[in-house]
DNA sequence: TAGACGTAGA
DNA sequence: TCTACGTCTA
């Protein structure tokens, strides 16, 4: 049922449905949903800047997500949850680039979420498409400044 | 055809015959054939101390493997490759004295090996069930002490 | 909590 | 060559 072209692809992915699942991140790669193996931000170029194609809410930052309808994206590098990380602040470029660029061009956005089945197993659970909303700057609970990202579902 | 009980096995995994192959290092872990997900070295508390089970060959690490017959394995930590790592002694510890262990035990020790597909497709080959022939320390091409590890195919 | 022969893409 | 919301076991 997937058709991976191996290009990077703006929008829905022929094959991949809401709701579909995976168990680890490289999966969610060979399908084509979102390609970084590790990055939370996955992006592609595009009319000579970069776009966000998708993303990946795993809990590792400080996000929120409140519904079905809506998230709030902490962007990418120096702000992990885990507190053996080094906390630096975060750079406008890469994946929290791609995102600020979304936000003028409104373009749809992937978003996989990452929770755990009843039986405590891990997975990602493909949400749907949104688009960027807000977006701004703040200083985050460990100190350093991070980007934040408003995006909600695109109907 | 898998049948992966979650429980670690010493010699043969139910439904994995030689010549298997995977494109992942946890597709290994999910059908049993070597839990570790980075480790080369996998192995299992057995009578009061560790045994080796499997080890993955990924030319990572100095190894030497001439024919199907047999393989030179270099020991777990400090040796990468890769210049960028940090170069160390190795320490008779985890993988290390798990293989050790096995020379006096001479348990069977599931093989993979990584290699390249004529289309240069990484992938991760199951070559069968070998034994510990000669174990020894010496000085590695980067300085550094190693654990060098003989191995023969169980016939 | 840390260690380990991971991965793909920029 | 480096970055990145990885992933398992001990």
Redesign the pocket.
Known sequence: RFVNTGK?IIGPVPGVEVGDECK???EL?IIGLH???????D??MHGGRILATS???????E?KISNEMSII??G??GN?ML??KKAYDQKLK??NLALKNSLDEQNPIRLIH?LYSSDGQ?KYVYKGLFVVTKCFRKRGTRGKLVWEFHLRLLL
């Open positions: 990077q680890y991140r490289v790669t390609r970084q193996t590790r990055a939370g931000i992006f592609v993303i990946v809410a795993s809990g590792s930052y996000d994206y902490t990418q590098g992990y507190p053996r890469r994946g990452r891990r």
